[in-house]
């Protein structure tokens, strides 16, 4: 046993451990290190550190001025990215809860990255649901509920872009046509609810209301059910209600948005386009750690 904690203990660091030691480095009140200070706080042989430093530079982790470093813009979007993204968890929590509670069905909360949607919340559910998903897990935006929510008030780039991708079936019932998602858009911002109905799973169908204001969606709330359309449409003023509640929530009572309005572009959330891209990335990194 004394050997293996002997072997844990001497067994060289990683290329991931040797940068976050390095990013450790520039904690505390000096914004600016030269490659000295930083071999000498992160205790990485200098070759080793100055690889680093340098690759960090090219990520935009870092800045480099002169013989300097200093944090770059890279750590300080994912800082405020990171930061926005647990205020998000933070206000959906506890009435994503209370919607499961109400609803007794598995609740959901996504945001949109690129033609796909993220799962950043569940609530509810089991392991031998009839809906295989996780926290972090993806689906196709144009086969879920939650997809065409934020899809359907999004900027029209968004929208082509996913038919760009291609619109693959899941089930026989998935809209794979884009004048057939085109029509189901519209239709969803008409009404302000999106519908999948076993377009992603068969036998399970789903309700998902955006997370909006009066302008684009940033995210949406949704909940899935084995029960067909009489019950999508039971539960629709409970999820619409929950995401209006979200958004209250996060930005105040003023900020409200119509069912159905379409949303201005010089009306933007308080997450851009180029922002949740960002934050989208770094979750794909932190999945891959």
């Known amino acids: 046993m004394l050997d293996q904690v002997m072997e844990t203990e001497q067994a060289p660091l990683s290329l991931l451990e ?31 550190a100055h690889r680093i430093l340098d690759q960090l530079v090219r990520l935009r982790w870092l800045d480099r001025d002169g013989r300097d470093y200093r944090m770059g813009m890279r750590m300080l979007e994912l800082g405020a990215l ?29 945001v949109l990255d690129g033609a796909e949607v993220v799962c950043l919340e569940r609530i509810g559910g089991s392991d031998t649901t009839a809906v295989p998903s996780r926290v972090g897990g993806r689906m196709p935006a144009h086969a879920t509920a939650a997809g065409k929510a ?31 998602l085109r029509a189901e858009l519209a239709a969803t ?38 029960r067909g359309d009489r019950e999508l449409a039971r ?18 009572p003023g900020r409200a948005g119509r069912p159905g309005s379409v949303p201005p572009a010089d009306l933007e959330p308080a997450v851009s386009a180029r922002a949740m891209d960002n934050m989208m990335g770094w979750l794909r990194f932190s999945e891959w750690m």
């Open 18 to 48: 040797k940068a976050a030691k390095v990013l450790g480095a520039f904690e505390g009140a000096q914004p600016r290190l030269s490659l000295t200070e930083v071999v000498r706080r992160s205790g990485i042989p200098r070759s080793s």
């Open 82 to 110: 990171a930061s926005h993204h647990n205020r998000l968890r933070r206000a959906a929590l506890p009435l994503l809860h209370g919607l499961h509670e109400r609803t007794g069905q598995l609740v959901h909360l996504s």
């Open 150 to 180: 934020v899809l359907a008030f999004s900027d029209p780039a968004t929208v082509e872009h996913v038919l760009a991708q291609g619109l693959r079936p899941r089930t026989a019932r998935t809209l794979v046509r884009p004048l057939a």
């Open 189 to 226: 911002r008409e009404r302000g609810i999106a519908y999948d109905r076993e377009e992603s799973f068969r036998g399970v169908s789903c309700v998902a209301a955006p997370l909006r204001g009066s302008g684009r969606a940033i995210a949406a709330v949704s909940v899935s059910s084995c």
């Open 235 to 252: 539960l629709a003023p409970a999820v619409q209600a929950c995401a209006r509640a979200v958004w209250r929530e996060l930005y105040g």
